[in-house]
């Protein structure tokens, strides 16, 4: 029997209510700030993640999901990789699509699967989703704080926020780090013994990645290391003060961490994780940053950008760990039963009356007794049966039983649609106008 492979799981249908719930609450959110949806593919030349992220990150070093395409021609065949995360390629497109022409800053989101191979544990998969917000094309605190503001809306809709715990620092420009990482590297000169193996690599290809090791040996021995803090200049202390009063402002309070360093290359100055209040870093619900670089890396002009992404399985998992029920939305209203082929062919009618009336409903399907597709009906947990019956048929009448109360009554044919619809209620009726679902999927 095959099984999802390792670190993948299907979304079943309860999770979905789930999805589609955090989906609402992201695209509400968005577009009331005025983001606009992006799917970047789902796979890149794996040069976009490799530049963009860094080639001594774990995300690109070991976790990346890498596909060799088929030879194109004479030239070598390409390399690919399965995104893992949405900021490089968003990027890309930016650039691509030629978005500095646009007013700035875009506002872009994004929700989809991402891909890392990491191993597989509690909260980390292979195959995950990410809600993903960046703006691109201004540098201001102001801008940060209204991102973090939006992010803390949607948290705050999911009856989430306050499990999090927002963990803040700024790591400076590109020349403070570059200055600290060479102090890094001194101070650790004849320590690189008492590292464990791990961190004795990234001593060697990102030594700020020491600052936030889960490793107890290397956490005491950082506790005597040179600090970021101290290797700032002063505009981006600036730029940081500014951004926690515009925080202030804004009604939301942050934790400083100054070992929060994040695991990706790109950032510049601001760095941001919302942490879970009760267990900490381990497990991230989101994270996200400044990277005023990136564009320029990937073969852009200059051009500023800050964003973030939450998991979204680890805010389901928190959902359902604050008791949180998405509204289900795959009730069954009405189950018909019929019996007969004339009562059949009647049925097929009413049952597609009723959908296009915006009522759920199922049956007249097989050719099972009443009393099987009654109990069909309960399976279903059908809030209404309608039955229709060799006798009905002949009289024209049709049976309406309330499956809860255990009471039905009989009545004309003509009858039974308007009187579901009064038991229903109008406005529970689950209709839709194109306007509503132009552009979403
Ligand atoms: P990240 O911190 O690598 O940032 O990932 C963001 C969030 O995605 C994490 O906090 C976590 O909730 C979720 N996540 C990451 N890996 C896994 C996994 N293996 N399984 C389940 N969930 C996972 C980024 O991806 C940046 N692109 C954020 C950003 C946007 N920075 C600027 N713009």
Redesign the pocket.
């Known amino acids: 029997m095959f099984r999802t492979p390792k670190g993948t799981h299907d979304v079943l249908p309860e999770d979905h209510q789930y999805h589609t719930y955090i989906k609402k609450v992201v695209r509400h959110r968005c577009r009331q700030a005025g983001y606009k949806r992006i799917d970047p593919p789902m796979f890149e030349h794996k040069g976009v993640f490799q530049r963009a992220i860094g080639e001594h990150t774990d ?1 690109v070093e070991k976790e990346l999901f890498t596909v060799t395409g088929k030879r194109d021609g004479e030239g070598e065949a390409r390399e690919f990789a399965l995104r ?4 490089a390629g968003i990027c890309r497109s930016y650039i691509e699509h030629g978005m500095q022409q646009l007013a700035q800053p875009v506002e872009l989101y994004s929700i989809g699967q ?1 891909f ?1 191979y ?1 191993r597989p544990q509690k ?4 195959q ?1 989703h ?1 809600i ?3 703006v691109i094309g201004l540098r201001d605190p102001s801008i940060d704080a209204q991102l973090i503001h939006v992010i803390t809306k949607i948290l705050s809709d999911l009856r989430i926020l306050d499990r999090m715990t927002l963990q803040m620092n700024n790591i400076g420009t590109a020349e403070n780090r570059k200055a600290y990482v060479e102090a890094l590297k001194d101070f650790f000169i004849g320590k690189e013994r008492q590292l464990p193996e791990d961190d004795q690599r990234r001593l060697k290809t990102n030594p700020l990645r020491l600052l936030d090791s889960k490793e107890e040996d290397t956490r005491i021995l950082i506790k005597n290391a040179p600090k970021l803090e101290q290797f700032l200049d002063d505009e981006s202390k600036k730029y940081h003060e500014t951004l926690l009063e515009y925080l202030d402002e804004l009604g939301i309070t942050s934790v400083p961490n100054p070992g929060l360093v ?3 290359d790109y ?1 510049c100055q601001t760095v941001f ?1 919302f942490w879970d209040s009760s267990t900490g870093a381990q ?7 400044r ?1 005023d670089g990136l564009i320029e890396i990937l073969g852009g002009k200059p051009t500023p950008g ?6 979204v ?2 805010m389901i998992w928190h959902m359902k760990e604050a008791g949180v029920q998405a509204p289900n939305k795959d009730q069954v209203d009405v189950f018909v039963a019929q019996l007969g082929p004339e009562a059949k062919k009647k049925c097929l009618t009413l049952v597609s009356e009723l959908r296009d009336l915006g009522v759920h409903t199922l049956g007249a399907l097989g050719e099972a007794s009443l009393k099987s597709q009654m109990r069909l009906a309960d399976k279903f947990e059908a809030r209404y049966t309608l039955m229709l019956g060799k006798l009905e048929v002949k009289e024209g009448t049709i049976i309406v039983r309330d499956m809860k109360a255990g009471k039905q009554k009989q009545m004309a044919l003509k009858d039974a649609v308007p009187e579901i619809i009064k038991l229903l209620g109008k406005e529970n009726l689950d209709t839709y106008v194109m306007r509503d679902h132009v552009g979403e999927d």
């Open positions: 995300v893992p995360e949405f900021t991402c890392r990491d909260g980390r998969y292979r995950f990410q993903d917000l960046e994040r695991g990706l950032y994780e497990n991230a619900v989101g994270g996200g940053g990277y800050v964003g973030y992404a939450g998991g399985e680890r």
